[in-house]
């Protein structure tokens, strides 16, 4: 299947009632509301394909952008290209759950990631705190240095409450996820999760959230999931 092709079926997938609600989560048009769970049998029968992917990805529409991050073939882009890809990403759902998960399979995500989180720059921010929740949800723990990521807490601790929103989100959910997915700064993450306490994330137009890692830790910790990895990363 060609460009054309792709775009056609994801036309045809989508549904104006999901197109409202990604508007009302940050997506503008271009886009037709398909709901992830309909591309996967077009992702079957694609399967990874980095040309298309690109192709789609430089559509600018939502669908075809997130449909490019499940074809994607992770260990064949540069740091180049992510490049590309979080500054085409004007919104979360695009920076944490196409770009980051993207690079989550690769073997530059910690440097790509290092890069953003010091960027400045609330997506590049977010993608990059949110590129480690995807790494240390599924990676063995021992891949990891704990002293690097007992710093990370630290940062986290230090500045989320002065951080832009989208990375506070993503901030808090690093907390949540060290807590229950990277056992060596089990202990640590929860004292960092308490001592942040509430953490309120702004929405326009919206009801302001408050986000506390901490009783999301217990939660999953009193359903018996501490030491929890996924067994991929990409849907």
């Not at 004292?191 to 999301?216: M, Q, Y």
Request: proline share 4%; with cysteine; aromatic share 10%.
């Amino acid at each position: 299947m060609d460009l054309e092709m792709v775009m056609e079926e994801l036309e045809a997938l989508g549904k104006e009632r999901t197109k409202k609600t990604y508007i009302s989560n940050g997506a503008h048009d271009p886009l037709f509301g398909v709901a992830t769970g309909a591309m996967k049998p077009l992702a079957k029968k694609l399967k990874n394909n980095q040309p298309l992917a690109e192709q789609l990805y430089a559509t600018g529409n939502y669908d075809a952008m997130y449909f490019a991050g499940i074809i994607a073939d992770p260990p064949t882009m540069t740091e180049a290209d992510f490049e590309r890809w979080i500054d085409a990403a004007y919104f979360y759902m695009l920076s944490d759950y196409v770009v980051a998960v993207t690079l989550a399979e690769t073997d530059i995500a910690q440097a790509v990631a290092d890069k953003w989180i010091a960027s400045g720059e609330e997506l590049r921010m977010s993608a990059g705190w949110s590129c480690y929740c995807w790494l240390l949800g599924n990676r063995p723990d021992a891949e990891f240095s704990a002293s690097k990521i007992a710093s990370m807490l630290d940062l986290v601790e230090n500045t989320i409450h002065d951080s832009p929103d989208r990375t506070k989100s993503a901030m808090n959910n690093f907390i949540y996820t060290v807590g229950i997915s990277y056992l060596p700064l089990h202990e640590k993450a929860v004292e960092t999760a308490k001592t942040v306490g509430p953490v309120e994330i702004r929405r326009d137009k919206k009801k302001s959230s408050i986000l506390l890692a901490s009783e999301n830790i217990q939660k999953e910790i009193d359903r018996g999931k501490l030491g929890f990895k996924r067994k991929y990363v990409r849907c």
